[in-house]
């Protein structure tokens, strides 16, 4: 079973800055099965990315994706007050899909 | 719009089982790959299982396989989950997730609570 590690575990930065947010996977991972997701307290998970980089139907355009391989990156380019929530990663592979333990960005 | 309701969740003893349900609108059921999705109370995102659109390919998480049973019903735009044998570590939110074309869960339900104990 793939393993995906997010960092860090909790990102504290300011609205208006820029984050990035970091999955890595224990084996190569297909780029076209990488996908991002939101999540806000209460709620369903929200889909942000997939195909490690093109934004699901909605998703602004200060959220990006990018990597391939083992390495992944999900960035916002500028931290609007809505976007403080915990985003998770997740892959297919061998019939099974996996998430990564999250990133919880928080208001500094 | 694409609409997933979850319903069925509830208070279990260990041991015992619980049928959930999930009912789809808004797209073309019979055309899509269904996923249960869960969480346990303040962790992360667990992948339960999956059916394809006819029903004739299933995938269980190891965690689970031999006591819950994932079904569709096309005619009824209905997706389930039969789960037996539960236990206290199957206590989560349970949301049922459309499968989108790069195998992303691209829509989600509002999920449905589980809960084992004595």
């Known amino acids: 079973e793939i393993v995906l590690t997010q960092s860090p575990g909790t990102l504290s930065l300011s609205p208006g800055e820029r984050a990035t947010l970091s999955c890595r996977a224990s084996q190569s991972v297909s780029s076209s099965y990488l996908a991002w997701y939101q999540q806000k307290p209460g709620q369903a998970p929200r889909l942000l990315i997939y195909?490690?980089?093109s934004r699901a139907t909605g998703i602004p355009d200060r959220f990006s994706g990018s990597g391939s391989g083992t390495d992944f990156t999900l960035t916002i380019s500028r931290l609007e007050p809505e976007d403080f929530a915990v985003y998770y990663c997740?892959?297919?592979?061998?019939?099974?899909?996996?998430f990564g333990q999250g990133t919880k960005l928080e208001i500094k | 719009q694409v609409q997933l309701v979850e319903s069925g969740g509830g208070l279990v003893k260990p041991g015992g089982s619980l049928r959930l349900s999930c009912a789809a609108s808004g797209f073309t059921f019979s055309d899509y790959y269904m996923s249960w999705i869960r969480q346990a109370p303040g962790k992360g995102l667990e992948w339960v299982s999956y059916?394809?659109?006819?029903?004739?390919?299933?995938y269980y998480a190891d965690s689970v396989k031999g006591r819950f049973t994932i079904s569709r019903d096309n005619a009824k735009n209905s997706l389930y989950l039969q789960m037996n044998s539960l236990r206290a570590e199957d206590t989560a939110v349970y949301y049922c997730?459309?499968?989108?074309?790069?195998?992303?869960?691209?829509?989600w339900g509002q999920g449905t609570l589980v809960t084992v104990s004595s």
């Open positions: 997740q892959q297919y592979g061998s019939s099974r899909y996996t």
């Open positions: 059916i394809s659109s006819s029903g004739s390919t299933i």
């Open positions: 997730a459309r499968v989108g074309a790069t195998e992303a869960f691209d829509y």
């Open positions: 195909g490690a980089s």
